[in-house]
């Protein structure tokens, strides 16, 4: 209950009222910096490492860092894999046909023969890619996807091109697109099936 | 007489001004270092080496310990031939350290960075020789443009004949998410390939068909299926008080494993008999076991693995070791 005061009073305590108010204020944000310098300054929590006991191909299976897929990012790896894995294979099917060619026969009518096939591979690969609905997470890893398999197509169409004018360019060219592809597709396995390659 | 006695001491003039006038034949000789690209840590032991897997409570040094931490080891030879400055590698680690995290490495320095502490650059790179195609050997290929690749026909070969195998169990580059449980082409991602596949379309690879001298001194030896189908050994001649070097990639995974007679690293592709052949090769050409150097051997950069024990710690944790200087080259040791 307040009481009623006088003018000089009423002023003096005015004056009280408001230094402490500042106080207040100037407590409050105080506060909030500390707040907000601790926060940036504190390390995050790493990852948990885990050893993993078994042993699947190459030298070791040691630790590596636990994954935090959620289910449906889960669902969508598994659905993934069985297309990865062909796209893989496709790939470097494309790389040694290029290899052969260049190294063997020299023969572009061998060459069209082995990638011609490729190209329907990636194809189908994309549309099966495209049919699987990524979760909301990983909408940028599975547009990603979607373009490497098109490099990789692409990739095959100008291989082809040397069987029309044997110019080395299109395997150079065709190359480059297949690098582009292989390092796409390298840093999503990092993310969706860890551990997909061991030291070895 | 006198006329001929004239022409035979010319004869012996000219041969005697052909003798001086002919440059000194002077013993080709090479500055070695060995460079830590990554390590692996914390590998089971006996994951690594079947001999030495770890027993509980066992008191036994073969047996005691748990896990390992493996180096991943690039040879740097550099000389002068010819007149030509040479920096050749053995092997050419990864690079893949921002997208393969899994594979639970630390210590990483790029091969790249690693040379600059010894004062060479990439492009001063003229040769690189993979003991085999895996991504963790031959992974950064395309960091050096005017190096020549070296890699033997039968590692080619390999790879192909396991990708086209009639059997989807065996073609697989993996059999599922996770793994690749041994099937021959695991090891070798389309990345890796794709840069050994970019060195022959620029005209810088040569396949190597079994045993070649790549420069005076230095030799490549076909170890095949001693770890993968094509795996190869680079044996160097330094010239030098250290001898003979013999690069054995991942036949010599484990450098203890040739001095105690252990195998290392097992391989579908490898067969445990040539790896002991391989093993047996640098006891032939180095005269014993102190000379082989290894790939992934646990205590490199230490005095218990002496021809590395002249080490020190370069960026982010990752050794150097420098093993042997030819004249005129100065240490590099920080």
């Not at chain 2, 899994?102 to 040379?115: E, I, K, P």
Request: aromatic share 8%; charged share 20%; proline share 5%.
């Amino acid at each position: 209950m307040l009481k009623d005061v006088s003018g000089p009073q009423r002023t003096a305590r005015m004056a009280t009222l408001k230094g402490f108010g500042l106080g207040v204020l100037v407590v409050g944000l105080i506060g909030i910096v500390a707040f907000a310098v601790i926060r940036e300054n504190v390390k995050p929590v790493e990852p948990k490492v885990e050893a993993n006991a078994s042993f699947v191909g190459g030298l070791s299976q040691h630790a590596h860092e636990t994954m935090a897929l959620s289910p449906e990012e889960e669902s969508y790896a598994t659905a993934l894999w069985p297309i990865h894995s062909e796209v893989k294979l496709a790939a470097v099917r494309m790389i040694f046909a290029g290899l052969a060619y260049k190294t063997e026969d020299h023969d572009a009518k061998k060459l069209r023969a082995k990638v011609q096939p490729l190209t329907k591979t990636f194809e189908d690969a994309g549309i099966r890619v495209r049919k699987i609905k990524p979760p909301a997470a990983l909408q940028e890893a599975h547009n990603t996807y979607v373009e490497a398999v098109k490099l990789y197509s692409s990739a095959t169409r100008e291989m082809i091109k040397v069987a029309d004018d044997g110019k080395d360019e299109h395997l150079i060219l065709a190359q480059q697109r297949s690098e582009q592809a292989s390092l796409a597709i390298l840093k999503l396995s990092d993310v969706l099936w860890p551990g997909e390659y061991k030291p070895n | 007489m006198k006329s001929s006695m004239k022409k035979a001491l010319v004869a012996v003039g000219l041969a005697a001004a052909a003798t001086l006038a002919a440059p000194v034949a002077q013993a080709q000789s090479y500055s070695v270092w060995l460079v830590e690209n990554s390590r692996f840590m914390n590998v089971p032991y006996g994951a690594f080496m079947p001999d030495r897997v770890f027993v509980p409570g066992s008191t036994s040094k073969m047996n005691n310990i748990n896990t390992v931490d493996l180096p991943v080891n690039v040879g740097v030879i550099k000389g002068t031939v010819n007149g030509k400055a040479e920096v050749i590698l053995a092997d050419a680690g990864w690079k893949q350290q921002d997208y393969l995290k899994m594979t639970g490495s630390d210590h990483y320095s790029a091969v790249v960075d690693q040379l600059k502490l010894l004062g060479i650059s990439a492009g001063q790179v003229t040769k690189i020789i993979v003991g085999h195609g895996h991504w963790d050997h031959a992974g950064s290929l395309s960091d050096f443009p005017n190096a020549v690749l070296y890699i033997q026909k039968k590692e080619l070969e390999g790879i192909e004949w396991a990708i086209n195998y009639p059997h989807p169990r065996i073609s697989a580059t993996n059999v599922s998410p996770g793994g690749c449980a041994r099937t021959p082409a695991c090891g070798y991602p389309p990345k890796t390939l794709d840069e050994i596949y970019g060195k022959v379309l620029a005209g810088k690879a040569v396949i190597v068909d079994g045993e070649m001298e790549v420069m005076p001194g230095i030799n490549i030896h076909p170890a095949h299926h001693a770890h993968t189908a094509g795996s190869q050994l680079i044996e160097v001649k330094t010239g030098t008080s250290v001898g003979t070097l013999v690069f054995g990639s991942d036949v010599y995974s484990s450098w203890q494993g040739i001095r105690d007679w252990m195998m290392a690293n097992p391989q579908s592709s490898a067969d445990t008999a040539q790896q002991f052949l391989a093993y047996e090769k640098c006891y032939k050409l180095t005269g014993g076991y102190n000379n082989c150097i290894s790939g992934h051997e646990p205590t490199s950069y230490t005095a218990e693995y002496p021809i590395t024990k002249n080490s020190w710690v370069g960026a982010n944790g990752a050794r150097l070791a420098e093993i042997t200087l030819a004249p005129g080259e100065s240490s590099k040791k920080k």
